[in-house]
């Protein structure tokens, strides 16, 4: 067999274990966030309007990585679900922040204990967790540039 095409072998591509791996992951968290009847995605969210509180659609989508076109759907969600309000800027209308709710702060509370329950998914040791971590972050701060 001709050794040129080696390269398109799927043992031989870092995207895939990669691409594998994270679907592993947040499948773990399915069953957790089926309990507070809402996706990985609308989970991710959350966690940074927990922490911001208030937050523009633009900023949201940078910190997780997705395009609004992403993002508006998971919005639209959490604030059927009473989670988030979505507000236009009176000073420019193409701006729009979200905002927690009393109910979306409630349901903080329910969700605190799922980073303990998912820590010991990955049979990483603590170390290898952090290399990890640092890896991919790494891989998330390239622009995929040389």
Same mark, same amino acid.
């Given at each position: 067999?001709?050794?040129?095409?080696?390269?398109?072998? *799927? #043992?031989? &591509?870092?995207?895939?274990?990669?691409?594998?791996?994270?679907?592993?992951?947040?499948?773990?968290?399915?069953?957790?966030?089926?309990?507070?009847? +809402?996706?990985?995605?609308?989970?991710?969210?959350?966690?940074? +309007?927990? #922490?911001?509180? #208030? +937050?523009?659609?633009?900023?949201?989508?940078?910190?997780?990585?997705?395009?609004?076109?992403?993002?508006?759907?998971?919005?639209?969600?959490?604030?059927?679900?009473?989670?988030?309000?979505?507000?236009?800027? *009176?000073?420019?209308?193409?701006?729009?922040?979200?905002?927690?709710?009393?109910?979306?702060?409630?349901?903080?509370?329910?969700?605190?204990? +799922?980073? *303990?329950?998912?820590?010991?998914?990955?049979?990483?040791?603590? #170390?290898?967790?952090? &290399?990890?971590?640092?890896?991919?972050?790494?891989?998330?701060?390239?622009?995929?540039?040389?």
């Amino acid at each position: 067999m001709d050794k040129k095409y080696d390269v398109l072998k *799927l #043992e031989n &591509q870092l995207c895939f274990p990669l691409y594998a791996a994270a679907r592993e992951v947040v499948k773990r968290y399915r069953p957790y966030l089926d309990e507070l009847d +809402i996706t990985y995605t609308q989970y991710i969210t959350m966690m940074v +309007i927990w #922490e911001e509180k #208030e +937050i523009t659609v633009k900023a949201l989508g940078e910190k997780l990585f997705l395009d609004s076109g992403t993002l508006t759907p998971v919005l639209k969600s959490l604030e059927a679900k009473g989670y988030v309000v979505r507000e236009r800027s *009176l000073i420019d209308e193409r701006s729009v922040s979200v905002k927690i709710t009393t109910k979306g702060e409630k349901l903080r509370d329910k969700a605190v204990d +799922i980073p *303990l329950k998912i820590a010991g998914c990955t049979n990483l040791t603590a #170390e290898e967790g952090v &290399q990890l971590y640092n890896i991919l972050y790494k891989i998330l701060a390239s622009d995929g540039k040389e």
